[in-house]
């Protein structure tokens, strides 16, 4: 099926450096979503996409995340300056429209992220 | 806010017996919110296994089913024989609408055993 690719698969970082998560949707999707799940902890939804703006963000999404998709390429989550609490794994999903109907999520599988 | 409540793994079970996961919820702003479960199979991303979007009702897939019941906000997930290919982490989830995203619960981690 329908694959959301995500890159890296595994990032460490020392705090207060720049990281950039990149996911690579499946084609012809136009909603982006970042969750991040703590170990031992939900996955909570961090922010949705479309259109090029940020849609909805939660209050988990500190001022220290962006999000962007230049000109069709990568999703991007940038964290800068990384904090200790931003160790987690970060899911990107994707969809076609409107899942809570006719459509559904695609997940990628992780990237995860460990701030020292 | 939004809450998902299910059964604390790790759940071990042997092949053929029945499974059931619990999965209770709860949604502040409307009152029959959509509700899924998805999977997570070993080696492998997060993918849906089946959503029920209208209250009553029963969603089903690879032999897994769940009802929408609004009376006890409950969406329990069950299979009558297991396969020990369902050796997976199980998420029971709802969403009020595609902006906002989904809310999880912790998962349920399920080991079949032949």
């Known amino acids: 099926g329908p694959k959301v690719l995500q890159i890296p698969s595994h990032q460490i970082i020392d705090m207060g450096q720049m990281v950039t998560l990149n996911c690579d949707p499946v084609s012809n999707h136009l909603y982006f979503y970042w969750y991040k799940q703590i170990l031992g902890q939900q996955m909570e939804f961090l922010v949705n996409?479309?259109?090029?703006?940020?849609?909805?963000k939660s209050k988990l999404f500190k001022d220290q995340f962006s999000v962007e998709r230049p000109d069709g390429s990568y999703f991007t989550l940038k964290i800068q300056p990384t904090a200790l609490e931003d160790s987690a794994v970060y899911f990107c999903a994707s969809s076609h429209g409107d899942w809570g109907n006719t459509g559904q999520l695609y997940f990628g599988e992780g990237s995860k992220l460990t701030v020292l | 806010g939004d809450s998902v409540t299910q059964t604390e793994g790790p759940v071990t079970v042997s092949e053929s017996e029945s499974l059931i996961i619990n999965c209770t919820y709860s949604?502040?702003?409307?009152?029959?919110?959509?509700l899924f479960w998805y999977v997570r199979y070993p080696g492998e991303g997060l993918q849906l296994l089946l959503k029920v979007i209208t209250a009553g009702q029963k969603g089903s897939s690879r032999g897994f089913e769940a009802t929408y019941n609004k009376e006890t906000t409950s969406f329990h997930l069950q299979k009558a024989s297991v396969q020990e290919s369902d050796s997976a982490v199980y998420y029971c989830?709802?969403?009020?609408?595609?902006?906002?995203?989904?809310?999880f619960g912790l998962g349920t981690r399920v080991s079949v055993f032949p």
């Open positions: 996409f479309y259109n090029g703006k940020v849609m909805e």
């Open positions: 949604a502040t702003s409307i009152a029959y919110p959509n």
């Open positions: 989830a709802l969403g009020e609408n595609y902006a906002q995203g989904l809310t």
